[in-house]
């Protein structure tokens, strides 16, 4: 079946470091990826998506591009803030699987001024 | 505000209670759906409804039981609820059933079964 494997948490970084989170799926037919945020205390908001192979979603200064030769979905973020402390989530959809959308198991990212 | 929205917000309930969760979207969008994020913030999909008919019924104890009245309504019904039942569930939208929507979330239930 579908799966989204991204890195264990916590990530503590200072402000103004550079971000990555480490992403790769398995899925039997040709995902969509997303990649949501979880505020404290909030439900998730979809922060990015990539629907084909090579596309690079990108919003907040957040980016990630589809490799499917690596079946990665890793998120980037040059410069954070403290506001970006959250929970952050990648996932796919796939069609073969009824569109569900399958999630990793969330990675927590702690920024300190 | 158009949004996904649920309640209550947060439900403490001794085990054996019966209890419901409603969720309501006003976005228009055709398909609706529960997770479950259990404490270690893991997201499983419990089910799904596209136009009030049930597209997805993952393996979940015959206790939850989802009902649509309408296309922007989804409603979790849990009867002799169970400590392993607290968690935080989450109703969601999505405008279709195509892979390359994505989802619109509520901001939970926490539920609490003492």
């Known amino acids: 079946g579908d799966s989204v494997t991204q890195m264990e948490g916590p990530v503590t970084l200072s402000e103004e470091a550079f971000l990555t989170i480490n992403c790769t799926y398995t899925?039997?037919?040709?995902?969509?990826l997303f990649w949501y945020v979880q505020y404290p205390g909030e439900g998730l908001q979809l922060l990015l998506k990539?629907?084909?192979?090579?596309d690079k979603g990108s919003n907040k200064g957040f980016e990630a591009t589809y490799r499917k030769e690596t079946t990665s979905f890793h998120l980037e973020k040059g410069s954070v803030q403290v506001s970006d402390s959250a929970v952050y989530f990648c996932?796919?959809?796939?069609?073969?699987?009824?569109?569900?959308?399958?999630f990793g198991g969330g990675t927590r990212v702690l920024v300190k001024p | 505000d158009t949004a996904v929205s649920q309640t209550p917000k947060y439900l403490v309930t001794q085990m054996g209670n019966d209890k419901s969760i409603k969720c309501e979207q006003n976005?228009?969008?055709?398909?609706m759906y529960w997770y479950k994020q259990d404490s270690k913030k893991f997201l499983k999909i419990m089910f799904s409804?596209?136009?009030?008919?049930?597209?997805i019924n993952e393996t979940v104890p015959n206790r939850f039981s989802p009902k649509s009245p309408d296309k922007a309504h989804l409603n979790l019904h849990i009867n002799s609820l169970e400590l392993g039942d607290s968690a935080v569930y989450f109703c969601?939208?999505?405008?279709?059933?195509?892979?390359?929507?994505?989802?619109?979330f509520g901001s939970g239930t926490r539920l609490t079964v003492v």
């Open positions: 409804y596209n136009n009030k008919e049930l597209i």
């Open positions: 996932a796919l959809s796939d069609r073969a699987a009824g569109n569900k959308l399958t």
């Open positions: 969601a939208s999505s405008r279709g059933v195509g892979q390359g929507e994505g989802y619109t």
């Open positions: 976005l228009g969008h055709d398909t």
């Open positions: 990539a629907t084909k192979a090579d």
């Open positions: 899925a039997t037919g040709y995902p969509s």
